[in-house]
């Protein structure tokens, strides 16, 4: 099995910096992508950055320029730097990985999603 735990939420002024961490445990053979999304009260949940194994990223309009998404394949460790934060931003922001786990000797996939961590930017 797998488990995600995330931290970094909180309370920040607009124009404000956070930096979000997802790390993954467990029986984990190998991680492909990567990912944050966000969901705010009302709304859908929606990707903000995604970061595959070999480095590509992919950001939201929204959010980029703005935002770093990055990873530590040695900790199994996804971040999210973000600055400039603006009201919009305000979410519960969740983690996403996938990859593959070994189960006795073989392996198979995993689809995984945290806990979500809250972000509220207000003055």
């Known amino acids: 099995q797998v488990q995600l735990a995330e931290s970094g939420g909180g309370l920040v002024q607009p124009g404000g910096s956070l930096r979000l961490s997802c790390a993954a445990s467990?029986?984990?053979?190998?991680?492909?992508?990567m990912s944050w999304y966000r969901q705010a009260p009302g709304k859908q949940r929606e990707l903000v950055a995604a970061?595959?194994?070999?480095?590509?990223?992919n950001y939201a309009d929204s959010v980029k320029g703005r935002s770093t998404i990055s990873r530590d394949n040695a900790k199994n460790t996804v971040y999210l730097q973000m600055n400039d934060l603006k009201p919009e931003d305000t979410a519960v922001y969740y983690c996403?990985?996938?990859?593959?786990?070994?189960?006795?000797?073989?392996?198979?996939?995993?689809?995984?999603w945290g806990q979500g961590t809250q972000v509220n930017v207000s003055s």
């Open positions: 467990g029986s984990i053979f190998s991680i492909n992508t």
């Open positions: 996403n990985v996938d990859g593959r786990y070994t189960r006795g000797w073989s392996t198979a996939p995993f689809n995984f």
């Open positions: 970061i595959t194994s070999g480095d590509s990223t």
